[in-house]
């Protein structure tokens, strides 16, 4: 308690005394939140939204999770959480999936729940608020979720299977290290024995009171918050809360929910633990903390101690990262932050990658800037320059009050009744970090930083891969770098010049041409004096949101030689990390502080294009950034070196996880073992070329004219100081009269059936599967939704037979779709994982699935959730500027009108149509599968 409390006397010294009392009191909340608690101890947050429209969340947060499982229980906590979609009180059976999906509201995306150690979330999100009935079902869920889930033993045997396979396909090295790090980095507490997910064990013996017991004992109104935020009266939702959750009796005797404890440690703990299928090391050191009390948090001592963290944070990753850009650097990556560790402490957790064969060299640096933060602080540029950042997305975020999603600010309530984190709304936030930034100055965060690096409370931990050339330091070696770094002769970082415009000289501008509307889209249409086409969009979804897209037809399929692709692939990787103009990219970050605007190029396989956004503020930032990154890509040897360094630890060990292994066999086998292929790879690293990168680049954005220009956002290109700026930037850019299209050097997919089947060594025994089904089909509206709905009525199937039926998978990915590069073809991709045994009779039901479709067609019910659901989701999309920016994109592209066109293709779906269009693809017999298996 005293490190507390000289902690927030340190901060209380920034204010004014005399409010200090005042300033201990918990902030209020967002005063257009109604809150409440009830009689039986629920809470219940509800605020009226309109983003979307016609929407609403509907959410449950339980304050508990898998920490409060005894040893008999393991597991069930989320086990739990399963049997919450089979069956409750009121919804028998599959009926909550059921019910909403018919009403467009899709399980897996718009319904779902997580369970984690403290903490178990439920929700329905996005369902639609005009239909009759809706709002009484989405509570009585949230009811029947609060204290009636059915837990009938015939759907608790059903889903042992579907945990089994969860457990299966996310057991992975880095699951298994968590865990075992657990083990050593709490000993003797019940954070070192649960890890969410259980035992296997338990899963397939439990008894069914096991599980009852936990339900009984842990889903209490005390401990469960209500969240509703959406297109509905507050009134009325609060009534009727009132009245369908007053039939829940309060619990009084079960007692408290415990808060375990971990303990404090006089001497560092040492945790290293590795695993043969591990493909990174990692090295970190955890300073633990105590955390103010409940009612400090959620005051404005809390939250301006979140305002310092932030800074810290945010300071300390500019140190690594410029390290890290440097070829000599002694880590590839290196990260600090300070949050919550377990549910009754925090932590400042600093990790660092070293560099393969450099792992003591990389964590004695992150050793040294420890020590050197302690030492000497930050330089008062380097918080200003934080500040600064800090200020502008509070500034945005203020400027976009009015467009709030509801399901972040459901979010945030969630967050306020779960981690007490202050929620008193963007206006007061905005206030409260005007007034306090000034007064935050390097001395007190300073003081804080400083005040995190201790002797005692150490966590050092390690997780690593089983091979000769990782050295894994020894616990001495470890122990050695702090002590070495402690009596180290270090110099404190000098306070850095100003930084210099982007652009020094302004080019010299061209003219807008006559703007011309597109009635249709509702778009305007410019060219420049050079040839530049521009489409303008003006919405008015955001406020402070700009977005420009640039593309242009070629890609990699321009690059003639097969030895300069792997320089291609990389090659936006590597003029976005040289820098551009006269910046190296360190100094481009500090120019562009308080500034919010981005671009970045990318190069694919028929298409080069440049992506960006700003605030409104700083739409010029991100024109000077476009023109830069068509005018000025800078070589960097020393960039470079850093960025292969970065490539070389993380695939150096990539080859180890058995899921790189399934990837790269997909890829070789579907593009039909074309020499084109770039697989990303230590091998392929070895061709990687600077010069020849930066030469490919030069080549792909030669000339801005071949390139279309898309504003979508809060922009007016009638405005003349707009007009200004786009005739500077993007007028003065020279341009050519060449014009290009792709070509068709890759392989198309393989034809007729092809099977890969291979075997390799695992740790955790499974297949996966990934399935292709192709064919030609003409590329227009009809196919697209088509092909959508076909892709999500195999999905539902999918749930049914594999996952639920079966027990067979965690869950089958599906994805369908018409593309038109480089041929017009349908495709149709399945992905999921089992246990070995089971991998022959679920590889039968995925084809199985579509005969049956391809015979009597989809099941009518299926059909008319898939249209609920996609009606719905586009009239959501039509309130956002990015769907705009790729519906603009494909209207200007392909001549596809996704606004005039969508919803009466959807509509006009049909069983008969389905069954046609996946007859012809099916009928065309062209299916790969690849299965990797295990050895032995
Ligand atoms: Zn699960």
Redesign the pocket.
């Known amino acids: 308690m005293t490190k507390i409390r000289i902690f927030v006397i340190s901060l209380l010294a920034v204010f004014a005394a005399s409010l200090a009392a005042q300033q201990m009191q918990p902030l209020p909340l967002d005063p257009k939140v109604r809150y409440g608690v009830l009689e039986n101890g629920l809470t219940y947050y509800i605020r009226h939204n309109q983003e979307p429209k016609e929407r609403a969340e509907f959410h449950i947060a339980q304050n508990v999770g898998a920490i409060l499982e005894e040893d008999h229980q393991d597991g069930l906590a989320?086990f739990l959480?399963?049997m919450a979609f089979n069956g409750t009180k009121n919804f028998p059976d599959k009926g909550i999936i059921n019910y909403f999906e018919q009403q467009g509201v899709k399980f897996g995306y718009d319904i779902n729940?997580?369970?984690s150690l403290d903490e178990t979330v439920y929700r329905l999100s996005n369902v639609p608020t005009t239909r009759a009935g809706i709002i009484d079902s989405a509570l009585l869920v949230m009811h029947d979720w609060s204290s009636f889930i059915a837990l009938q033993e015939e759907e608790i045997d059903n889903e042992r299977g579907?945990?089994r396979e969860?457990w299966r396909t996310g057991n992975n090295a880095q699951r298994r290290m968590w865990r075992k790090s657990n083990e050593l980095r709490y000993p003797g507490s019940q954070y070192a024995k649960r890890d969410v997910?259980g035992d296997t064990a338990v899963i397939n013996n439990f008894t069914y009171d096991a599980l009852r017991d936990y339900y009984k004992k842990w889903y209490r109104p005390d401990q469960q918050a209500i969240v509703v935020v959406g297109d509905i009266d507050v009134d009325e939702i609060e009534n009727k809360i009132k009245t369908l959750f007053a039939d829940i009796p309060r619990k009084e005797n079960f007692g408290e929910r415990p808060i375990y404890e971990i303990e404090n440690n006089a001497e560092p703990i040492v945790a290293i633990v590795t695993d043969p299928e591990a493909s990174q090391t990692q090295l970190r050191i955890d300073f633990k903390k105590d955390k103010l009390p409940k009612e400090l948090q959620l005051s404005m001592v809390g939250y301006s101690m979140g305002v310092v963290n932030n800074l810290i944070n945010s300071v300390m990753n500019e140190r690594f990262e410029e390290i890290s850009l440097q070829a000599d650097a002694p880590f590839v990556g290196a990260y600090s932050v300070y949050t919550e560790l377990v549910k009754s402490k925090d932590a400042f957790i600093n990790i660092v990658v070293p560099k393969e064969g450099g792992e003591l060299e990389g964590f004695k640096a992150l050793a040294i800037e420890l020590e050197k933060l302690k030492r000497f602080g930050f330089t008062n540029a380097e918080v200003e320059r934080a500040k600064t950042n800090m200020l502008s997305s509070y500034e945005k975020a203020y400027n976009e009050r009015n467009n709030q999603k509801s399901q972040q600010l459901a979010r945030e309530y969630i967050r306020h009744y779960l981690s007490n984190e202050p929620a008193p709304g963007i206006e007061t936030e905005f206030e409260m970090v005007k007034m306090m930034l000034p007064q935050i100055t390097a001395e007190v965060v300073n003081q804080v930083a400083k005040a995190y690096i201790t002797d005692e409370n150490v966590i050092i931990d390690v997780t690593a891969p089983e091979k000769e050339t990782v050295k894994v330091p020894t616990k001495e070696q470890l122990l050695g770098a702090i002590a070495e770094a402690k009596n180290a002769e270090l110099t404190a970082k000098a306070e850095e010049e100003a930084s210099r415009p982007l652009i020094a000289e302004k080019p010299k501008a061209g003219k807008f041409g006559k703007i011309k509307e597109n009635k249709e889209m509702g778009t305007s249409e410019v060219t420049l004096k050079n040839g530049i086409k521009l489409i303008f969009k003006p919405t008015t979804f955001k406020k402070d949101e700009i977005r420009l897209r640039a593309f242009s037809e070629g890609g990699l399929s321009k690059v003639k030689n097969i030895a300069d692709l792997p320089s291609a692939t990389m090659a936006t990787d590597i003029v976005t990390s040289n820098g551009i103009g006269d910046f190296t990219a360190t100094e481009l970050t500090r120019a562009l502080t308080g500034k919010i605007a981005s671009a970045s190029p990318r190069i694919g396989k028929y298409e080069e294009d440049i992506a960006g956004n700003s605030s409104v503020k700083d739409f010029e930032t991100m024109l000077q950034l476009f023109y830069l990154y068509f005018t000025a890509p800078r070589k960097d040897d020393n960039s470079f070196g850093a960025l292969m360094n970065m490539y070389k630890t993380v695939l150096a060990n990539a080859e180890k996880n058995p899921n790189k292994t399934f990837s790269d066999s997909v890829q070789v086998t579907m593009s039909g073992n074309d020499p084109r292929l770039v697989l990303v790879n230590l091998e392929m690293l070895d061709k990687i070329d600077q010069d020849k990168a930066i030469e490919i680049y030069k080549e792909r954005y030669a000339n801005p004219a071949d390139f279309t220009f898309i504003f979508v956002g809060n922009i007016d290109p009638n405005d003349k100081a707009t007009q200004d700026l786009i005739e500077t930037y993007l007028g003065g850019l020279k341009t050519t009269k060449e014009k290009e299209s792709f070509d068709k050097v890759y392989n198309e997919t393989p034809k007729g059936f092809v099977k890969n089947y291979f075997k390799r060594e695992m740790q955790t025994k499974k297949a996966s599967n990934r399935i292709l089904y192709t064919g030609a089909m003409p590329y227009n509206i009809n196919s697209m939704v088509h092909m959508n709905a076909i892709g999500s009525i195999l999905n539902i199937r999918y749930l049914e037979s594999i996952r639920e039926k079966e027990g067979g998978s965690?869950g089958v990915g599906v994805g369908a779709y018409a593309v038109n590069e480089p041929v017009e073809e349908a495709a149709i991709v399945m992905q999921f994982d089992t246990d070995p045994e089971k991998q022959e009779r679920l590889m039968s039901i995925i084809h199985q699935e579509i005969d049956e479709i391809v015979k009597n067609g989809p099941k009518p019910e299926d059909l008319q959730k898939v249209k609920e659901n996609m009606l719905k989701q586009y009239a959501q999309d039509l309130e956002q500027n990015t769907w705009w920016s790729g519906a603009l994109e494909i209207y200007y592209k392909d001549g596809i009108n996704r606004l005039k066109d969508y919803k009466a293709a959807v509509e006009a779906l049909t069983a008969e149509s389905i069954q046609k269009t996946l007859k012809q693809v099916v009928d065309q017999k062209n299916v790969i599968e690849v299965v990797m298996l295990p050895e032995n």
Do not use: S
């Open positions: 989320h959480e399963h729940a997580y369970t579907v945990i969860e997910i965690y």
